[in-house]
């Protein structure tokens, strides 16, 4: 798989290459529907409570292309021979994993380890999605491939070093109504869960609401799916994963109190770090077809889309954990804790974890035929 992947890569065209700081600003001023205290912002990158939180964003960008941290956080793409971030690199070796580890430390050190929900966290997640192509063209649709749908979508984030965030949940009101890991047999409420409406020529009508998307005011993207352990809805038009411009025409995002409104408090030292949580309210939004990773239909077999929703997931996580752990780097347990003995059994179960972690990704990609 690995080959196709760098083939259908390399006929990748117009990248605009890693992000930098002035870019990043300029592409916030889309128009975006963003509200907060009851009040719709004109300008996310001027208003008090994300001004900062974009500057310090577009700091680290310029840094990505600094002398000192372009070897780390940058990197030639083999499939294109061009220059793009580590954090879009697809992995093709251990190596590359090592690399990808150390750009999320660094963007984790550069941000004083305060960014849940940095540019470097969905990259991963799309990567990883890649590589399950064929599981997700296995889910049929006449208007579209979802897999071909995965695949063009990470050659445009990788191209122009998007940042993306992600959307989960429904709001939430009964919590009784979707229990974890089970199938749900309680009608969900149109007018609270996120749904299909109609289906058209250039797309899916959706409406509804979805949480919680962190970073939602500044970040070029939405990826909306759902929790994989609330996956099996009652209603099938509430079963879609898609991916969305922050600025897509009736996407409303609401975003909670700021902590940087108290400017110059001593209680809030990092202030210019708050990354913000959003509601994302649909109002008949349009997503089009090749925006789409998964529409379910009556006509899905509800046991192939449970194992389809299991190995979707399973990968993303694998993935993520390998390249945060490091699966292979050692892991040193023998520091004197003062006899604190659970500690070093917690570092150890880690090392046994990212081992185990990183045979999984070895054999899977020796089966499909990669490094």
């Known amino acids: 798989m690995a080959a196709v992947l760098t083939e259908t890569i390399s006929s990748m065209s117009g990248t605009l290459g890693p992000m930098t700081g002035r870019r990043y600003i300029d592409s916030l001023r889309d128009g975006r529907e963003v509200w907060i205290d009851g009040v719709r912002v004109d300008d996310v990158t001027t208003h008090p409570a994300f001004k900062d939180m974009i ?21 030639i793409d083999p499939a294109t021979g061009r220059r793009i971030s ?32 940095s540019p470097d966290i969905l990259a991963p997640y799309i990567i990883s999605a890649l590589h399950l192509k064929d599981q997700f063209s296995a889910v049929k649709h006449p208007k579209c491939d979802f897999g071909e749908n995965i695949e063009n979508y990470y050659k445009y984030c990788m191209s122009h ?5 992600h959307a989960l949940g429904d709001p939430q009101v009964d919590r009784s109504t979707q229990p974890q890991n089970e199938q ?116 899905d077999g509800e046991d192939a889309w449970c194992r ?16 945060r752990r490091g699966a ?7 520091c004197d804790d003062g006899g604190r003995g659970d500690r070093r059994h917690r570092l150890s179960r880690g090392r046994r974890q990212a081992r185990r972690d990183g045979d999984l990704l070895r054999g899977l990609a020796a089966r499909d035929g990669g490094d």
Request: proline share 5%.
């Open 184 to 299: 749900r047999t309680v009608a969900e409420d149109e007018e609270i869960a996120l749904h299909v409406v109609e289906e058209t020529k250039d797309g899916v009508i959706v409406t509804g609401g979805k949480q919680l998307s962190t970073a939602a005011p500044h970040s070029h993207e939405c990826y909306v799916s759902l929790s994989a352990t609330f996956a099996r809805r009652s209603n099938p038009k509430c079963v879609l994963a898609f991916s969305i411009p922050t600025n897509s025409p009736g996407l409303k995002i609401l975003a909670r109190e700021p902590v940087s409104r108290w400017f110059g408090s001593w209680g809030h030292p990092l202030q210019m770090l708050d990354e913000q949580d959003c509601m994302l309210f649909f109002d008949r939004v349009l997503v089009r077809w090749d925006w789409l990773y998964a529409l379910r239909s009556d006509a």
């Open 86 to 117: 580590v954090s879009w690199l697809l992995p093709r070796s251990a190596e590359d994993l090592r690399r990808k580890r150390r750009n999320g430390e660094l963007w984790n050190e550069l941000s004083w380890g305060q960014l849940g929900r």
């Open 55 to 75: 500057a310090e964003l577009a700091r680290i960008y310029d840094l990505q292309n600094s002398d000192k941290y372009r070897d780390e956080m940058t990197c």
């Open 328 to 334: 292979y780097a050692p892991v040193d347990c023998s």
């Open 161 to 165: 070093d998007l940042f993306l965030t």
């Open 308 to 323: 389809w929703r299991q190995r979707q997931f399973q990968l993303p996580r694998l993935v993520k954990s390998v390249s």
